[in-house]
């Protein structure tokens, strides 16, 4: 298995990743060739989710929405491999912050924050990128492959440019070490979580969600404000993103209130573009029950 490993890794993705885009887009396009017209890889998820998240969209629509979410999906794929190899300054033009000065202010004033946002355009290249374009230590909290050496690989590419990368598993034994640093802690708000009887339940895409409350409860346990990030593809491999200011001060928050106005967020940007969205995810794999077994956070 090791030596599968360095095999796949060092004579496979390796000198994929150091082709040139337009070489990398011309295999993207026969990916999608391959996984949407001959594969099918998740279709029935996707379109289950489509058709559910959209029930007002004829079959015609939600097809056009699956065959260019592939497309998509296909690009954030070798963009992903070439997150190996990426230069400081090849990513730092493909994915630019366009207001840094919003986080920055909070810096300056002393401030750790909470990044929240979702798995929607590439999600991958703002870890990668957004330490070196703000003034805060930048955490990504991610959960660790079953695979050591993939998972080893996987870190040390989003981290090399400053990035610290932190199991989902030890959330407030990282809140605590940095508590004396200041911060940009980056939550995804979008996943399904382990647990959905103890998560926060509400409507997301016409359906019943739970929905991931560590981002709301660790900003009010250390008074961090929350900022939502969101991410516009400009054209193929360059994006922009920018931050908006959800609270300054979430214990004076009612309960869910940081949870619910970031999800509504998320669901805004997928309803205007959908094929954006990472719809392969089983996000509704769980179902909600009766009110007596049934509850959210406190």
Known sequence: MIILNYFIYYFIIIPISLLPFRVLYFLSDMLFFVLYYFVGYRKRVVLENLHNSFPEKSEKEINLIALLFYKHLCDIMVETIKSFTISDKSISKRMILLNPELLNKFFDDKKSII?????YNNWEWIATSIDKQIKHQTIGLY?????????????????????????????????????????ATIFAMDQSPGHPGKSYWLKFLNQDTPTLFGAEKYAKDYNYPVLYGTIHKVKRGHYTFQFSTITEHPRDTAHGYIIETVTKLIEEEIIREPQYWLWTHRRWKHKKESSETQMNIH
Do not use: C, Q
């Not at 990044?115 to 798995?119: C, F, P, R, S, V």
């Not at 989003?158 to 004396?180: C, P, Q, W």
């Open 115 to 119: 990044l929240a946002g979702g798995h």
């Open 143 to 183: 959960l660790p492959l079953s695979n050591l050496f993939f998972d080893m690989k996987m870190r040390e590419s989003r981290s090399k440019f400053g990035l610290i990368l932190a199991s989902t598993r030890k959330v407030k034994t990282v809140f605590d070490e940095y508590k004396n640093h200041l911060t």
